[in-house]
T-cell receptor
Framework: DTEVTQTPKHLVMGMTNKKSLKCEQH?????MYWYKQKAKKPPELMFV???????INESVPSRFSPECPNSSLLNLHLHALQPEDSALYLC????????????????FGEGSRLTVL | AQKITQTQPGMFVQEKEAVTLDCTYD???????LFWYKQPSSGEMIFLIY??????QNATEGRYSLNFQKARKSANLVISASQLGDSAMYFC?????????????????FGKGTRLSVIA
């Protein structure tokens, strides 16, 4: 099983709504990532969890709140978003503390396409 | 800080021909990995090929090969025998190692991408 599953695939929300994006992997990976991708741009890192602890926060506004309840799940809680937050949100996972010749690639989900009205 | 440069915003290639997508990188870390991903219009990022900074040989995976020139800090992707299904965005990316390890503290950093269009 080499899948990263993201739900929902599409989400439309108003600026006052609270919603969550979910990500799940069963590959035993201990590093999980949230990336944000605007149209025609590369993915930009938002958060990294390593062994269920937040290890990187790329100065993301507090209206985005990540959560890693266990080693298989990663959530992104959304509250009071702005229209400019509309984007594709990609979740990824990888092995952590990978030694030597292992390639260390990230495995991505299909993304959650978010529209903020 | 690491940096990835892809200078070709868009490329066209005839079906069954080979195409080279350019990527240069900059890092002060002697140990790193270079990756190429494909992103179709559906949005999923698909891992294609990996090259380690200490690898002696260029990586190959089926129709994909990586032309790695370490001294020039370039890692160009070569796609042979292009197919219509190869039409997509292609991203070059890099991870630095922390000591000898990839870790959650060394995430993937992407270049701006190249949009490849394969023409029948």
């Amino acid at each position: 099983d080499t899948e990263v599953t993201q739900t929902p695939k599409h989400l439309v929300m108003g600026m006052t709504n609270k919603k969550s994006l979910k990500c799940e992997q069963h590959m035993g990976h201990r590093a999980m990532y949230w990336y944000k991708q605007k149209a025609k741009k590369p993915p930009e890192l938002m958060f990294v969890y390593s062994y269920e602890k937040l290890s990187i926060n790329e100065s993301v506004p507090s209206r985005f709140s990540p959560e890693c309840p266990n080693s298989s799940l990663l959530n992104l809680h959304l509250h009071a978003l702005q229209p400019e937050d509309s984007a594709l949100y990609l979740c990824a996972s990888s092995q952590d503390q990978v030694v030597g010749t292992t390639t260390g690639e990230l495995f991505f989900g299909e993304g959650s396409r978010l529209t903020v009205l | 800080a690491q940096k990835i440069t892809q200078t070709q915003p868009g490329m066209f290639v005839q079906e069954k021909e080979a195409v080279t997508l350019d990527c240069t990188y900059d890092t002060s870390d002697p140990s790193y990995g270079l990756f190429w991903y494909k992103q179709p219009s559906s949005g999923e990022m698909i891992f294609l090929i990996y090259q380690g900074s200490y690898d002696q040989q260029n990586a190959t995976e089926g129709r994909y090969s990586l032309n790695f020139q370490k001294a020039r800090k370039s890692a160009n992707l070569v796609i042979s025998a292009s197919q219509l299904g190869d039409s997509a965005m292609y991203f070059c990316a890099m991870r630095e190692r922390s000591g000898s390890r990839f870790s959650g503290n060394t995430p993937l950093v992407f270049g701006k991408g190249t949009r490849l269009s394969v023409i029948a």
